[in-house]
T-cell receptor, first 114, second 111 residues
Framework: AQTVTQSQPEMSVQEAETVTLSCTYDTSESDYYLFWYKQPPSRQMILVIR??????QNATENRFSVNFQKAAKSFSLKISDSQLGDAAMYFCAYGDNAGNMLTFGGGTRLMVKP | GAVVSQHPSWVICKSGTSVKIECRSLDFQATTMFWYRQFPKQSLMLMAT?????????EQGVEKDKFLINHASLTLSTLTVTSAHPEDSSFYIC???????FGSGTRLTVV
């Protein structure tokens, strides 16, 4: 079974600074998907970024980028120019080969200080 | 983009009653939908996989007779919490296959 681990229960960043959230996973598959979701207080799950395992290039979405290290089974999220609206729970997730069922990490609460 | 609509957003019910939660894919067809449960300050846990036209697949430890799932069409899946009890109070959220998008979730409180 796949597992996803987020070792940082809480992180804090100063507004406009950069922060990196860590995620490691375990799988025996070679083809899979990885995701970062943002969950604000409304509890809506918002897809931030996704990475296909077969792609070596790291995914980027505006201020959000990932560092995908397949051999190390590491998938960190970097948020640049942090904004107050970035404050939320962030979940790392693993998707199976069909990209459907997701396995989530325990989450990291990100606080942004003005 | 792919939109998943979930209703109701919140519901309060009396112990012993049943509650139905709907999850709809608005602009695409979802042959498979996933139902997750989230306790306060915890992560999402998969409860069941809903397949259109067939029986749902439940995760270990999830009571299939308590959490009835119906997926009668390619755009609608429903989760019915039967004979609800206070321990069923939680946040329930659905996700449609392929899209990786989630409904807005339902906060259930059983009193």
């Amino acid at each position: 079974a796949q597992t996803v681990t987020q070792s940082q229960p809480e992180m804090s960043v100063q507004e406009a600074e950069t922060v990196t959230l860590s995620c490691t996973y375990d799988t025996s598959e070679s083809d899979y998907y990885l995701f970062w979701y943002k969950q604000p207080p409304s509890r809506q799950m918002i897809l931030v970024i996704r990475q296909e395992a077969y792609k070596q290039q790291n995914a980027t979405e505006n201020r959000f980028s990932v560092n995908f290290q397949k051999a190390a089974k590491s998938f960190s999220l970097k948020i640049s120019d942090s904004q107050l609206g970035d404050a939320a729970m962030y979940f790392c997730a693993y998707g199976d080969n069909a990209g459907n069922m997701l396995t989530f990490g325990g989450g990291t609460r990100l606080m942004v200080k003005p | 983009g792919a939109v998943v609509s979930q209703h109701p957003s919140w519901v309060i019910c009396k112990s012993g009653t049943s509650v139905k939660i709907e999850c709809r894919s608005l602009d695409f067809q979802a042959t498979t939908m996933f139902w997750y449960r989230q306790f306060p300050k915890q992560s999402l846990m998969l409860m069941a996989t809903s397949n259109e036209g067939s029986k749902a697949t439940y995760e270990q430890g999830v009571e299939k007779d308590k959490f009835l799932i119906n997926h009668a069409s390619l755009t609608l899946s429903t989760l019915t919490v039967t004979s609800a009890h206070p321990e069923d109070s939680s946040f329930y959220i659905c996700s449609a296959s392929v899209s990786y998008t989630f409904g807005s979730g339902t906060r259930l409180t059983v009193v």
